[in-house]
């Protein structure tokens, strides 16, 4: 008996042996469960206009979803031309927050690519997931919610201001072609254009279409544009140009807004956050990371020319009081046809990496905030090296680029860069970005 016992138990220990070794082998997936819903209120309409463009429109917020494993889940949201998803696509990059922002830049362009030009519905929800977008785990998804969305008359270009076929070119700004050249803007003058650019040490010329059809170059640099003329020498900084297509001439001075104060850079013990334009809005907007402490606004890194806030009622005084401001990310914009500012807490985007700042050793390279979900970042000087761009100086959400074919990927691969200044333009409407060497 005791021996049958013993073999019994022998028995017993080589078939859980063998069980445990065939549970070596199965593959474990996690499944939704349940719903999950949107807890805010959304407005019965929401009239969207150009000039308010970067301005939050509305925040999707959702109660966690639930799957039958304990790990981290991701969220994006979808919006779906036709209503039922069966065209779904994805409007933002993956996050682990239970509050998804949206824009008014962004409800424009979803509204002009549904081909809403008045009234329409745009249509939204949440998909949840664990892991990355390439999961074989199921997707758990909210409720389909509408927006009502009106266009306002100043959506097709709210300052009256529009890009004109003229550009810069150079050595000094795009290594005379290498990516688009920096655009005028008309004015309400016939033939004069204007634009604000940053330039580095080089040569530039003025060119229409972005072809070498029709130049203008400054022979005598006696600011006289000749057709075919010579280049025109540039030093390094921020300028504004207008040039006058009627009698051939043009001026360039040098010209930027920026943010000084204990609240940034200790009263211009470094240079100032530099503000770039946005004809959309004719406004000068920047992303900056502020601490705790005092700010003004000041033309050209100097002190002849100010602005603060009197009586912090958002409103620009030549010389006014300093303006208080708190620890955290911020975007500005300065609004000097209104003579007013805002001052946004934002998330905003930053170079890391090797090629910039140690993987995080210092600061990031902040992004600035445009319309049309359009950022920039210039001129950024890297070196030889890696960079990823993340939000707020912090991994929570970071992206690179897994296939090198410029698409933004959530945790993607990092991005192999050569020494040298950059323009960096990321487009999250289309989750794209363009990594252009002067």
Not at 4 to 17: E, H, T
Not at 376 to 398: C, H, P, Q, Y
Request: aromatic residues 12%; negative net charge; hydrophobic residues 40%.
């Amino acid at each position: 008996m005791k021996n049958f016992k013993l073999l019994l138990l022998a028995v017993f220990a080589i078939f859980s042996l063998n069980s445990c070794e065939e549970n070596d082998d199965l593959v474990f997936t996690a499944a939704p469960e349940g719903e999950f819903t949107f807890v805010n209120s959304f407005l019965d309409e929401y009239v969207l206009t150009t000039t308010t463009s970067n301005n939050i429109a509305e925040r999707f917020v959702f109660n966690p979803a639930k799957f039958d494993v304990p790990s981290p889940i991701n969220y994006v949201l979808e919006t779906s031309v036709s209503g039922d998803f069966t065209d779904a696509m994805d409007l933002t990059s993956p996050t682990t927050t239970n509050e998804i922002p949206v824009t008014v830049g962004q409800l424009i362009n979803l509204a002009t690519d549904a081909g809403i030009t008045e009234n329409g519905i745009l249509n939204f929800r949440v998909k949840a997931f664990l892991g990355d977008l390439a999961t074989t785990t199921e997707f758990s998804y909210s409720p389909i919610q509408m927006l009502n969305v009106t266009i306002a008359t100043d959506a097709g270009g709210g300052s009256g201001i529009e890009p004109v076929s003229w550009g810069i070119v150079g050595s000094g700004y795009n290594n005379w072609g290498a990516f688009e050249d920096q655009t005028f803007y008309s004015t309400d003058q016939a033939g004069v254009f204007f634009t604000h650019v940053t330039l580095v040490d080089g040569e530039i010329k003025f060119r229409e279409n972005n072809m070498w059809d029709n130049d203008f170059g400054d022979t005598g640099a006696d600011g006289t544009l000749e057709a075919g003329g010579d280049n025109i020498v540039v030093t390094a900084g921020t300028y504004k140009i207008i040039m006058n297509t009627n009698d051939n001439t043009y001026t360039m001075e040098p010209f930027s807004w920026g943010v000084v104060g204990s609240g940034y850079n200790d009263w211009g013990a470094s240079p100032d956050a530099r503000f770039t334009y946005d004809y959309v809005t004719d406004t000068y907007k920047v992303g900056v990371r502020l601490v705790d402490g005092e700010i003004k606004f000041r033309k050209n890194n100097d002190w002849n020319e100010d602005f603060g806030d009197t009586g912090a009622d958002m409103t620009l005084e030549a010389g006014g009081d300093n303006i208080v401001v708190t620890a955290g990310h911020y975007a500005i914009t300065l609004d000097f046809n209104a003579g007013t500012y805002t001052m946004e807490p934002t998330n905003l985007y930053g170079v890391v990496g090797s090629g910039y700042n140690d993987w995080g050793a210092t600061q990031d390279f902040t992004f600035t905030p445009l319309s049309n979900d359009i950022w920039v970042a210039e001129v950024v000087t890297l070196v030889d090296g890696e960079i990823k761009f993340r939000i707020n100086d912090a991994w929570d959400s970071d992206f690179g680029d897994t296939g090198a074919d410029g698409t933004l990927d959530a945790g993607g691969d990092n991005i192999v860069v050569t020494a040298g200044n950059y323009r960096i333009k990321l487009n999250l409407m289309d989750n794209t970005y363009s990594l252009n060497q002067l």
